[in-house]
């Protein structure tokens, strides 16, 4: 607790009014101390509006998601293309996949919010667009009351660490203690919300699909012939391995049908009558 308070910066502040120094529930009191300093502030951090983010909603917060799906004539070399036209405009290449199976790619590009239409008609110019669609999401009043939130913990924050400052037994300390990580752990779920939020109005984001059209059948007349050597080569192979495996068959018949034939043709001589 000693190399924690060293580097709060914060005049110690006297035990409020009503303020145990004996010892007792000490949390409940913190939340009456802190309830009072922190209102002025939550209320006046409520009309708190965002910066400026973009240039083209008039200083709204606003994410641009598109999807685009183009027919091109090879996907690999196209989606190289896509990745150096994404970083001519300030951006990058956020994922990549290829299916070997449909020769097509999958990209997610990240472009800034200032040149996403540039980027959707440079894309569209690659080949035949097949698809595609866009979306935008305001996200200005969910920013706003996330700051909110934020301006309120961070005000309750630092009326906690006057209180830990000011306590005066061990339980009382640790209780204060307690409240102010549950407090931390709160601004910094908030901050990194804030940070997801930022990226996603600052760099557009814009889905696309890669497609190769499908290759007609052609008549190869080398494969063919191949192909019919190789089934005559097969048939043959077969005939060859039948045959032999009926050479032993017909020599042991041959050779059980020998003295059948000499025992069939002794008959039994008539017997006379008397």
């Known amino acids: 607790m000693v190399g924690y308070l060293s580097q709060v910066q914060t005049p110690a502040m006297p035990a409020p009014s009503g303020y145990s ?13 802190i309830m009072s300093f922190t209102y002025s502030v939550t209320a006046a951090s409520a009309t708190t509006r965002p910066g400026s983010y973009s240039t083209s909603f008039g200083g709204r917060m606003v994410e641009m ?6 027919q091109v004539a090879d996907a690999k070399t196209s989606s190289d293309q896509a990745a150096r036209l994404a970083a001519s405009l300030g951006g990058y290449v956020a994922s990549s996949s290829f299916e070997d199976t449909s020769s097509s790619m999958s990209l997610i590009l990240r472009v800034p919010e200032s040149n996403f239409s540039l980027a959707m008609r440079d894309l569209s110019a690659m080949g035949i667009v097949k698809d595609q669609s866009i979306s935008s999401n305001d996200v200005t009043e969910q920013y706003v009351d996330l700051q909110a939130q934020l301006d309120s913990y961070k005000t ?18 640790l209780d204060t203690e307690n409240a102010i990580q549950n407090t931390q752990a709160q601004i910094n779920d908030i901050e990194g919300q804030l940070r997801v939020m930022q990226r996603l109005v600052t760099f557009a ?20 012939l191949n192909s019919a050597l190789l089934a005559f080569y097969t048939v ?20 059980a049908y020998v003295p059948y034939r000499h025992f069939s043709r002794k008959k039994p001589e008539p017997i006379e009558a008397k």
């Open 236 to 255: 043959a192979k077969g005939m060859l391995i039948l045959g032999a495996s009926l050479v032993p068959i017909a020599v042991v018949g041959g050779m």
């Open 21 to 33: 120094a004996t010892g007792g529930p000490a949390l409940p009191r913190v939340q009456q101390q």
């Open 156 to 173: 309750e924050e630092n009326a906690l660490l006057r209180i830990l400052n000011a306590s005066t037994t061990v339980r009382d300390a």
């Open 205 to 224: 984001t814009i889905n696309i699909q890669l497609m190769e059209p499908l290759k007609s059948p052609t008549l190869d007349f080398a494969e063919a």
């Open 65 to 70: 998601e598109g999807y685009i799906t183009i």
